[in-house]
């Protein structure tokens, strides 16, 4: 269950148990779960406008991409899918002629350019995932309340090699401020190193532009120091054997990394190679499964009414 142990490199197996069609019956009509629960979230989208770049291709369009927009993507104020055909409905744009790994940057490159050159204005954060990401959205606008979005920053499971300061994990998913993403368009319509057209590993390319427009890499571990943005599905994390054994994690992850249940930050926002089935399953765990008696968040209404104030 939630993909444990899947090879980096090997994405999920797309045969899945349940058949495409009645994962997308098992969508539920309300994005955030119960009507009554969501005040506080429905407040934050309103304070937090966050867009997603998706990168797809046709061939994953019914096995991933449309289960993407049943679950998270949902979540967000807005989003678009970037692949190699355009499609109205999902929707995507065609950003490439044909479909590898050679050209997952170029796609970056023009999800992110797409995005500035069309709804710059329109939203405070920029987040790219790919279609075997899963994101707890509400978490992300938590992360990000803090932050001013015309301050140029890039938020991400952060590695330590072949950039100075670093580089955000591209199948974790990363977040660009809007100040940010202005900057790095700029850099990748003009003749900056790193955000030309080219090949090279798409996470590592946002990086070395990011560095070479003076956008800043920041720390995204939450007040205990657990990380926020995960390569790996929740029981790949959690599982100390398998984490142990992942050895290239260790060596590129910029922070020590924890096992167990204190792998993962109460508040995560994301994890990679998650198949459609597993997404169905976190939507219910994460927005309809309640332990009866146990209320978390019991200070949420003094948050919404403060919120509600600051208007």
Same mark, same amino acid.
């Given at each position: 269950?939630?993909?444990?142990?899947?090879?980096?490199?090997?994405?999920?197996?797309?045969?899945?148990?349940?058949?495409?069609?009645?994962?997308?019956?098992?969508?539920?009509?309300?994005?955030?779960?119960?009507?009554?629960?969501?005040?506080?979230?429905?407040?934050?989208?309103?304070?937090?406008?966050?867009?997603?770049?998706?990168?797809?291709?046709?061939?994953?369009?019914?096995?991933?991409?449309?289960?993407?927009? /049943?679950?998270?993507?949902?979540?967000?104020?807005?989003?678009?899918?970037?692949?190699?055909?355009?499609?109205?409905?999902?929707?995507?744009?065609?950003?490439?002629?044909?479909?590898?790994?050679?050209? %997952?940057?170029?796609?970056?490159?023009?999800?992110?350019?797409? /995005?500035?050159?069309?709804?710059?204005?329109?939203?405070?954060?920029?987040?790219?995932?790919?279609?075997?990401?899963?994101?707890?959205?509400?978490?992300?606008?938590?992360? %990000?309340?803090?932050?001013?979005?015309?301050?140029?920053?890039?938020?991400?499971?952060?590695?330590?090699?072949?950039? !100075?300061?670093?580089?955000?994990?591209?199948?974790?998913?990363?977040?660009?401020?809007?100040?940010?993403?202005?900057?790095?368009?700029?850099?990748?319509?003009?003749?900056?190193?790193?955000?030309? !057209?080219?090949?090279?590993?798409?996470?590592?390319?946002?990086?070395?532009?990011?560095?070479?427009?003076?956008?800043?890499?920041?720390?995204?571990?939450?007040?205990?120091?657990?990380?926020?943005?995960?390569?790996?599905?929740?029981?790949?994390?959690?599982?100390? !054997?398998?984490?142990? /054994?992942?050895?290239?994690?260790?060596?590129?992850?910029?922070?020590?990394?924890?096992?167990? %249940?204190?792998?993962?930050?109460?508040?995560?926002?994301?994890?990679?190679?998650?198949?459609?089935?597993?997404?169905?399953?976190?939507?219910?765990?994460?927005?309809?499964?309640?332990?009866?008696?146990?209320?978390?968040?019991?200070?949420?209404?003094?948050?919404?009414?403060?919120?509600?104030?600051?208007?």
């Amino acid at each position: 269950m939630f993909g444990c142990c899947r090879d980096r490199n090997v994405p999920p197996n797309s045969t899945e148990v349940i058949s495409q069609t009645r994962l997308l019956s098992l969508s539920s009509g309300s994005v955030h779960g119960h009507d009554y629960d969501h005040m506080l979230a429905d407040e934050m989208a309103k304070r937090v406008r966050v867009f997603a770049v998706i990168l797809t291709m046709p061939k994953s369009k019914e096995v991933k991409a449309v289960h993407v927009k /049943a679950t998270w993507a949902r979540r967000f104020n807005g989003y678009v899918f970037v692949s190699s055909e355009e499609d109205k409905n999902l929707p995507s744009i065609r950003a490439v002629s044909s479909e590898s790994r050679n050209v %997952l940057w170029e796609k970056t490159r023009q999800g992110l350019l797409y /995005a500035y050159e069309n709804h710059f204005n329109d939203y405070d954060f920029f987040m790219k995932a790919d279609d075997d990401t899963y994101v707890i959205v509400e978490n992300l606008r938590f992360i %990000l309340l803090k932050w001013d979005p015309n301050e140029p920053i890039l938020m991400g499971r952060r590695f330590k090699k072949f950039v !100075k300061q670093g580089y955000t994990s591209g199948g974790a998913g990363y977040v660009l401020s809007r100040g940010a993403l202005k900057l790095i368009a700029k850099g990748m319509n003009g003749d900056i190193r790193g955000c030309r !057209k080219g090949r090279g590993a798409e996470d590592v390319n946002l990086g070395t532009c990011a560095e070479a427009v003076n956008v800043t890499l920041v720390d995204s571990l939450d007040e205990h120091e657990q990380e926020i943005f995960h390569p790996f599905p929740p029981a790949y994390m959690i599982d100390k !054997k398998t984490m142990e /054994a992942t050895s290239w994690v260790h060596s590129y992850n910029y922070f020590p990394i924890r096992t167990g %249940l204190n792998c993962c930050s109460d508040h995560s926002v994301s994890f990679h190679y998650v198949s459609p089935s597993e997404m169905y399953t976190l939507d219910y765990l994460i927005y309809h499964l309640h332990p009866y008696g146990i209320a978390r968040d019991i200070e949420q209404y003094d948050k919404l009414l403060n919120l509600r104030n600051a208007t």
